[in-house]
Each structure stands twice: as C-alpha cells, then as structure tokens.
C-alpha cells in the first residue's frame, strides 16, 4: 500500500474494522457497506454544494440537479439498509468477541464529545471527535432553485431546504466518521460499537424515515418534495406571485406579533408570552428578509417574472 494513502478514509476504513476475533468476511461486508455510504457522501457534499458553483443556473441546471438529488436519495435508502445487515452482523461478532459490548443505551451516546474530557470520563462515546458546524456556501436551496425558475412558495411547502440540510448533516458525518477511525485495536470495542449504532441511528432511524420518506400526507419527504415540485412546475413558478405569497406570511406573522398569541401552532405544549412573543419577532424578521430577497430576484432576474 501507498504510504501516501494511508491517511485516505477508505483505507482507514480497511483498517480500523480489521479486528483479531472477527470472521473476515464479516468485517468484509462492513467496510463493503461504509465504503459505498462513504462514496455517496462525497458525491452527496459536492453535488449539494453546486449552488455555489452555479450562481445564475438555468431551468435545465434546477432539474438536472434535482434529478440526481432524487436519484441520490434512492440509492441511500437501499445502501442504508445494506449497512444496516452488515453493522448488526459485525456487533454481534463483537458481542461474541467480548461479553462487555451490548446494544449500549442511547443515552450514553451525549456523553463526553472530546479527547480532553474522555479522560475523566470513562462512559464509552464515539470514534470521531467533534465536527464543528458545516456552513455550506452559496445562497440557501430554496432562493437557489427559484433563482432556477421554480416556484419558491413549493419548495418551502414541501420543505425542501430543511430535508437537504438533514441530508447534508448526515453525509457530513459519515465522510468525518470515515477520515477519524482509527486502526482496529485502539479503540475499545465499546466506542466502535457505539460508532456503528450511532450511524445507524443517523441514517435508518431519522434521514431515512423522517426526511426521505413520507411521515404522513402533510409532511412529506424528499423523493415525494422533489417529485411534486417538478410536477407542478408548469404555470406555477410566477415570481410575482411568490412575493404576494411570502408578503402574505409575513402578515400573518405580524399578526400572530400583535395579538400576543402563543408561540406556532405544531408546539406540543404551552410555551411562555416571552418565549412566544421572540418566536412571534424572529418570524416577522425571517418573512421580512424573504419578501426582500424575492424582490431582489424580480429586479436581477427579469425574465423569471
């Protein structure tokens, strides 16, 4: 092996799974399954990226670009469950290699989220250390594709933005899962269990079902977002008319400021005025800074009106 590879994160994935005890091709199947979570990841992050390459895109750049965002999520839907079988395979090698490791509480999961403080903490936690916040450049998603000639008040409706960001988190997290995992044998086998429950929490048990999928038919996921924006793209992308829209949810909002109302209508318990009164004021901010960009958009993109 290239000596200038060793730092590469499918190499470390080679090693860090490659464990005395553990059937080869069970440890086999595991890095198959990462490494393709891993090669998506990459080509997830650049492609997500593409709205700072392409400032002004076109009609047929927003498709080609939602296009290869659905067909991104379908194959992760299929690796995810793949990684799935092979992650539980390898953890009950390791349960059979040490009695010690079991399927760890999640609770164990926030324990100490740094080298410093694992020291005095003997609470096992994940591989990886601390990522920091991931800011993708560029404008937001939404501002983007309605720079591209979709309709801004669809997009926002199927929430669009806040699934890619899920998305985006999550190939984030495994690219730096990826380039942390150390050389099997370094870790304890209760911190690499704990690795590999944690992102088959990320991926089975939230982007799959929560952001990919539909939870029900008010809150759809990304294939069925995706699927309905290009089905009502025709006739319905007037900017115009996406001002008119946002202009009217930003009186809403001043009107919910004004009357002292409670907090948004999705909260599952009362909240305090003060609480309420900050949501109601970040709102009006929010829609006020929408209604401004879309007319921004009317004055650079003309053709779009």
Known sequence: MDLQDLGAW?????????????????????VTALGALGCEAEYGIDLLHSN???PRPTQSQG????????GLCQRLIRLSAEYEVAAQSYLTALERLDGQVAVLPTAQAGASRDSWSAQFDATPDVWWP??????LAGEPWDFWLRRAGYSYRHVVTVGLTEHLEALSDALHLVLHALHTLPPGGVLTHASLALGLHMLSATFEGDLIPHHMLDIDDRHVGLLTGIAAIA?????SASLPT?????????????VILASGRNGPGRTTRPITSVTGNLWAQQLVAEWTATVALLESLRVATPQHA
């Open 63 to 70: 498709d080609h670009w939602l296009r290869q965002c659905y």
């Open 52 to 54: 700072a390459t392409l």
């Open 10 to 30: 499918d190499s470390r994935l080679v090693r860090g799974m490659a464990l005395p005890g553990i059937a080869p091709e069970t440890g086999d199947a595991l």
């Open 231 to 235: 089905r009502l793209q025709t006739g």
């Open 242 to 254: 996406d001002i008119a829209w946002a202009r009217g949810e930003l009186e809403r909002a001043r």
């Open 130 to 135: 601390e990522r920091g916040d991931i800011a």
